[in-house]
């Protein structure tokens, strides 16, 4: 197993014969899990997937697509909050670009549930991105939203 060095995680190595894929980190940032927060995390995916060349057609796109999955970290449903389970102090914010794509991952402390699948956020942000995936685990959720870059 490789350690990344950098948060922990532990991956295991590539198969002999087979490439590892490689994520060039383009910026990371952690912000209070706070509404005032939101748009400082939209500004950063605007510049960064700007400087990546992405359209100003799409960038709009992005920066709700990123307002969005963090809400999802941000806010415990009603459920939570009437029985005491304290919302999320920060959120973590990885700016990758792997091979063609943008991958942007929102991290933080997992919400009371998931998103159900036919929930507005969640349907929102499956129209906004190529790709979604969420994992949790040990209660701390990741978003991680995937967009084509355009090509060189």
Do not use: K
Request: with cysteine.
């Amino acid at each position: 197993m490789h350690s990344d060095g950098h948060d922990g995680s532990v991956r295991a190595p590539a198969p002999p014969g087979s490439r590892a894929r490689t994520c060039e980190l383009l910026a990371e940032l952690t912000i209070p899990a706070e509404a005032d927060s939101l748009g400082l995390a939209r500004l950063a995916a605007v510049h960064v997937a700007g400087v990546l060349g992405v359209p100003v057609s799409r960038l709009a796109e992005l920066r709700l697509a990123v307002n969005e999955a963090c809400a999802l970290l941000f806010h415990a449903p009603p459920a939570a909050a009437a029985e005491r389970v304290a919302p999320p102090s920060a959120v973590s914010l990885r700016f990758e670009r792997d091979g063609s794509h943008l991958c942007i991952s929102a991290r933080g402390a997992a919400p009371y549930r998931g998103p159900a699948p036919g929930e507005i956020g969640w349907v929102l942000l499956q129209a906004l991105v190529e790709d979604i995936r969420m994992e949790t685990s040990g209660g701390i959720m990741t978003l991680t939203l995937r967009e084509p870059l355009p090509a060189s």
